[in-house]
């Protein structure tokens, strides 16, 4: 139809993102989702797999239960291993996603809008200029 680009050039521009060392990524559940549709893309195009982004790698819902639950880093805990033990906790009672934590922080939520990639984006922005407050980084 003519409105997207190639695949090839939707990584070249994502990994200019991802792979700038200048840049913290956020994202929210991103260890369970997103990184991994990143390493897929980049096999169905021949690319290497390459993790090497995620020492710089927050993922907000992991640090939303690390918020709730109050809990820090085991003294020496990589950062990483941290995060990923949160993201794979699970509690009932316990949520952590945008809809909650939009109703959680005020922040005004459209269902309709979600998963926008621009929405999305702001969304995220909303929530983290407030979680960061709460969650020791």
């Known amino acids: ?16 993102v991802i792979y700038n060392p200048e840049y913290k990524l956020i994202m ?15 096999r169905l195009l021949n690319k290497e797999v ?4 995620l020492s710089r790698f927050l993922d907000s819902s992991a640090l939303t239960k690390a918020m709730f639950l109050k809990v820090v880093p085991q003294t020496n805990e990589d950062w990483l291993v941290f995060q990923y ?6 509690q009932k009672g316990l949520f952590s996603s945008i809809a909650y934590l939009c109703k959680h922080y005020d922040i005004p939520y459209d269902a309709k809008a979600a998963h926008d990639a621009a929405y ?8 983290w200029k407030k979680l960061i407050w709460n969650v020791e980084i």
């Open 1 to 16: 139809d003519g409105l997207g680009v190639s695949p090839q050039a939707a990584l070249e521009e994502l990994d200019k």
């Open 28 to 42: 929210h559940n991103g260890l369970h989702f997103d990184i991994y549709l990143h390493s897929i893309h980049r």
């Open 50 to 53: 390459d993790y090497s982004y």
């Open 85 to 90: 033990r949160l993201a794979n906790f699970r």
């Open 120 to 127: 999305d984006v702001q969304i995220l922005y909303d929530i």
